[in-house]
């Protein structure tokens, strides 16, 4: 069990709708891994019209939805699609973009902050979508957020943990702050080792949608994150340089 | 006499198989041609199974493999120049995703330019995908219709609700009947380029923003590819529209240069595992769903529903058959 904002989720695996072969690979992908989160872009199926198919689709998911901002360059673009998205999917949870840099993808930390704000005053349970950086963290959680989703790496890259001991001093810094590893995934081991680290939970897109098969990937995941957290949970040796047997020396000669 | 609803590529390409097999045919559509209220109309008419098996299930790959010979057997101009995969260098890593699905030639710089001279020296690595096919769908469409109507089909102007007997064809009009039928938009650019010559579609593949090009000669391209999961069929957004057009930049730079003839969009069927579906219910035939395949798949389609009405053959993508 994790929580989020008061609420209790079952699976430490979110996952995002996008990119899908088809809805219902979607729907297999979310059956075989249990995922309790799924994440929706409303600005990109909201395109001169309405997604209303494809999200009764995803609503019958039965779980959870968080609503993002994704594709939102601006504070001001992230706070109108926000709203918008309470009002679609009935829900004060959003999943918190704002894009700064067009190539990376990476978030733009003063645009975050002043967003952040100002969906927390409007009553929003915001899911920042951010980096490892500490100062805007903190930030970030005087602004009202009470969960954080630092990035791997770069959104779709597939490159993993890319600054380890950033998130490690993240992790150390707040430990308290239910933190979710989002984006730049793109092995389950990878997905392990964020969740060895302390992490609460894994947001995954591309990583599943466009494995060769999604709902195979997807329960490949679902495994690592959940073998991720046991080792965590169950407390994991710390390396050392002298060989100790697990067999006992003790009766057998050894001069 | 067999009344086929809806006159876009299903609905012609099952009056096409029914006629063929002796039985009177009344086409009824809301217009009096083949045109934008079709959503075949905005297609980009590649016969591509294999390239579409990237992302497509095996029923549409090997169903649509039969496209190409017939069209050509209904006097449709095919061309068999098989599809070019191109990536660029920083997209390498879309490219080795997309062969580890799709069976092609690996090409380097040379091989390129060999198969499309035109396209020498911008794209380093791709994929030639032989024995794929491409046409102009409205042409086709054109086409079709004025044979089928020099062989007795008769082709009826008005709404008609389907009946028992008759053949739904309607797209996404029908989800009257089908409720489970969602629409997926699509939007596309019409470009002349004369100074460019590029002999068979090509497929730029990109982490963002994929891209088809399709030559639908004299100095004409079209471009596709977006898919969002909207049922909207208003106008392009100038977002949809950018993505296209620097793509097809960033594929060649004299497409900078070329005149923007059309810009369209459109909504497409699709069932929730985007596979086409037969459905017999109360008498009527359902034939629906054919998402981004319409020339691909409606052969194959038509062909399973001739089989059930003439020799009552259930059809492999049937999920309902009674009444």
């Known amino acids: 069990m994790v929580t989020f904002y008061d609420t209790e989720v079952a699976s430490r695996l979110m996952l995002g709708t996008a990119q899908y072969p088809s809805p219902a690979i979607l729907a297999e992908a979310f059956r075989r891994s249990g995922a309790g989160i799924a994440t929706v872009s409303l600005r990109r199926e909201a395109a001169g019209g309405d997604g209303g198919a494809f999200w009764e689709l995803v609503r019958r998911l039965g779980v959870r939805l968080l609503p993002n901002t994704a594709g939102c360059h601006s504070a001001r673009e992230a706070v109108t699609t926000a709203r918008m998205a309470r009002e679609v999917f009935g829900t004060s949870w959003i999943k918190l973009e704002v894009i700064g840099h067009a190539d990376t993808l990476q978030p733009d930390p003063w645009g975050l902050v002043e967003a952040a704000r100002e969906l927390c005053a409007d009553g929003f349970d915001v899911f920042p979508y951010t980096t490892e950086d500490l100062v805007l963290a903190e930030k970030l959680l005087d602004a009202g957020c009470r969960v954080l989703m630092p990035w791997g790496a770069p959104i779709g890259t597939g490159l993993g943990l890319a600054n380890r001991y950033g998130l490690r001093s993240l992790r150390a810094q707040f430990p308290e702050v239910p933190m979710v590893v989002d984006a730049g995934l793109g092995r389950p081991s990878q997905a392990a080792e964020a969740m060895e680290m302390g992490f609460d939970a894994v947001l995954l897109n591309t990583a599943v949608a466009k494995a060769c098969d999604p709902a195979m990937m997807a329960e490949g995941f679902a495994r690592a994150i959940e073998a991720g957290r046991l080792g965590y949970e169950a407390g994991m040796m710390e390396p050392r340089d002298m060989a100790a047997p697990s067999t006992p020396l003790i009766g057998k000669a050894f001069l | ?323």
């Not at chain 2, 091989?111 to 994929?127: F, T, W």
């Not at chain 2, 008759?166 to 596309?188: K, N, T, Y």
């Not at chain 2, 002349?192 to 399709?214: A, F, S």
């Open chain 2, 1 to 323: 006499m067999i009344r086929v609803i809806g006159g876009g590529v299903m609905g012609l390409a099952v009056a096409a198989e029914l006629s063929g097999r002796g039985r009177a045919v009344t086409v009824i559509d809301r217009e009096r041609q083949a045109g934008p209220h079709h959503c075949s109309w905005w297609a980009g008419g590649m016969l591509a199974p294999d390239c579409e098996g990237e992302t497509a299930e095996e029923p549409v790959v090997r169903l649509g493999r039969a496209a190409a010979d017939w069209w050509a057997g209904q006097g449709a101009r095919v061309i068999r120049r098989g599809t070019l995969v191109l990536a660029l260098d920083r997209d390498r890593a879309e490219l080795a995703r997309f062969a580890r699905r799709v069976p092609g030639a690996p090409l380097e710089a040379e091989g390129i330019a060999a198969l499309e001279p035109d396209l020498a020296g911008q794209a380093r690595r791709g994929l030639h995908v032989a024995g794929e096919a491409h046409l102009d769908p409205r042409a086709t469409l054109a086409g079709l219709r004025a044979r089928l109507a020099a062989q007795g089909v008769v082709f009826e102007t008005g709404e008609a609700r389907p009946g028992p007997g008759d053949i739904d064809c309607r797209g996404l009009a029908a989800r009257d009947a089908l409720p489970d039928l969602r629409g997926v938009r699509g939007e596309m650019v019409v470009l002349r380029l004369r100074d460019l010559d590029i002999t068979r579609p090509v497929r730029l593949l990109h982490p963002r923003h994929p891209l088809y090009i399709v030559p639908r000669g004299q100095g004409l391209y079209m471009l596709g590819a977006t898919q969002i999961e909207s049922e909207g069929r208003g106008p392009a957004t100038a977002r949809a529209v950018l993505e296209l057009l620097s793509a097809a930049y960033a594929l060649h730079p004299a497409f900078g240069a070329a005149e923007v003839l059309e810009i369209g969009a459109d909504a497409r069927p699709a069932f929730a595992d985007n596979l086409p579906r037969i459905r017999r219910r109360g008498g009527v035939i359902h034939v629906n769903g054919l998402f981004r395949h319409g020339f691909l798949l409606a052969p194959a389609m038509a062909r399973m529903v001739a089989d059930r009405l003439c020799d009552g053959i259930t059809p492999e993508v049937c999920d309902e058959d009674h009444g």
